[in-house]
C-alpha cells in the first residue's frame, strides 16, 4: 500500500515547504508517502491553454507509479468531512489500493483527463493555491491517519 502526490508547481516558500515536510514527516510508515513535484508547462503570450494542460498531464501520467489509482484534487470533486476521508483511506487500504493523489497545473485539466482518473476529491469548494492545497492534503492524510488509530491529535 502506497500513497503518492504529484503536483505541478513553481518552487515553493520555505515556510510552506517546511509545513509540508512536518506533515509528510509524520504520516506512518505504513502510507509509504512519496511526493513527487513537476515544473508547469512553459507558458507565452500564444500558448493555448488545452495544449499546455496536456503537456502537464502527460507529464503527469510518466510519473504515476504502477497500478495507482488517479485521484484529482479539484475543486469540483466530492466533498469528504475528515471522518469521511479517513474511512475512504482505510477502505482503499484494505483493498490493497495504491492512491496517487494529483494537482495539475494553475490551469487544471482538460475534460478528457478527467475521465481517466478513478475519482476527485474537493478539499474545500473555495479555489485554493496548489501549494495550499498540498499541504491541506497532507494534513488530512495524517488527520486521516490519525483518526483510524485513535490517536489524540484529531478531537471532536
Not at 29 to 49: M, Q, W
Not at 78 to 103: E, H, L, M, P, T
Not at 126 to 149: D, F, G, K, N, V
Request: proline fraction near 6%; glycine fraction near 4%.
Amino acid at each position: 500500500m502506497h500513497f503518492s502526490l504529484i503536483h505541478v508547481s513553481e518552487k515553493p516558500s520555505a515556510w510552506l515547504q517546511a509545513a509540508c515536510s512536518h506533515y509528510s514527516s509524520r504520516l506512518p510508515p505504513e502510507f509509504g508517502f512519496s511526493d513527487i513535484v513537476l515544473p508547469p508547462a512553459r507558458r507565452t503570450k500564444n500558448s493555448h491553454l488545452a495544449t499546455l494542460r496536456s503537456q502537464e498531464w502527460l507529464q503527469i501520467c510518466a510519473k504515476v507509479p504502477k497500478s495507482s489509482a488517479l485521484v484529482l484534487l479539484d475543486e469540483r470533486g466530492k466533498s469528504y468531512s475528515s471522518a469521511q476521508f479517513s474511512q475512504q483511506i482505510q477502505r482503499w487500504q484494505q483493498a490493497g489500493q495504491d492512491i496517487c493523489f494529483v494537482i495539475a497545473g494553475a490551469d487544471g485539466v482538460n475534460p478528457e483527463h478527467r475521465q481517466q482518473v478513478s475519482s476527485s476529491i474537493s478539499l474545500s469548494a473555495m479555489t485554493l493555491p496548489h501549494e495550499m492545497a498540498r499541504l491541506m492534503l497532507l494534513e488530512q492524510l495524517y488527520r486521516a491517519w490519525s483518526i483510524a488509530a485513535n490517536h489524540p491529535y484529531h478531537r471532536v
